[in-house]
């Protein structure tokens, strides 16, 4: 047990723990702008990596902040553009592979009757989706503790979150390991002494965690 612990494992949530699928978003809400892939992507991008987004992850927007900001953007209507921002929160849904994984960790700590590996999630998220979240789904209870972006008002991959989210969990750098989907928000984790660990896609987070987790002790089934 002593080369396991202590062992903090924290978990970004789109598209690694929940779906989190842009493109699909303006095909549905824009389909008349999406016409080709190149089209689909560039639209995806006018919204989802713009100031106003990150600002809407963060906290310093709300929801018609941001539906206003899009809108003049992209040159559409502002209703048209917050009929997608507030129905995003239902599209944001569990991973099944991931899911189970993150379950399966929380079971073998309850068998071994440990508190050393510890569960944790670093979500860019804002605050009205993490509220859907949290209330619509129970695998939330397999955390330790988490932090979202728009409840603290900073968000990855500015080095303040980090920092925060080590004070506020406890986090010990050097037994934490960070699983993300966007290389900066991962190089940033690594800057504050984290063990960043890419994940490109979902199905990947098995193939990058099982041979950490073994190398540890833990076996998990299947």
Not at 29 to 46: E, K, N, S, V
């Amino acid at each position: 047990m002593n080369r396991l612990f202590p062992l903090h494992l924290v978990f970004d949530l789109g598209q690694v723990m929940i779906r989190w699928e842009p493109t699909a978003l303006v095909r549905q809400y824009f389909p008349d702008r999406c016409g080709t892939d190149a089209q689909t992507q560039a639209l995806a991008q006018a919204c989802f990596r713009s100031r106003a987004w990150l600002a809407f992850d963060a906290g310093l927007l709300d929801t018609d902040g941001v539906a206003q900001q899009l809108a003049q953007r992209i040159q559409e209507p502002k209703l048209r553009v917050r009929a997608m921002v507030v129905d995003i929160a239902h599209a944001l849904t569990p991973i099944a592979g991931s899911v189970t994984l993150l379950q399966q960790l929380h079971q073998w700590r309850q068998a071994q009757a440990t508190t050393g590996l510890r569960l944790y999630y670093l979500s860019n998220m804002p605050e009205p989706y993490a509220d859907h979240l949290i209330a619509a789904h129970g695998f939330f209870s397999c955390f330790d503790g988490g932090v979202f972006s728009g409840r603290v008002k900073l968000a990855k991959p500015d080095p303040a979150i980090y920092a925060h989210a080590e004070s506020a969990l406890a986090l010990v750098p050097a037994h934490t390991v960070f699983f993300d989907d966007h290389m900066p928000n991962v190089q940033a984790a690594t800057e504050r002494g984290w063990l960043g660990v890419h994940v490109p896609e979902p199905w990947q987070l098995p193939t990058v965690l099982t041979p950490l987790l073994k190398q540890r002790g833990v076996a998990l089934p299947g």
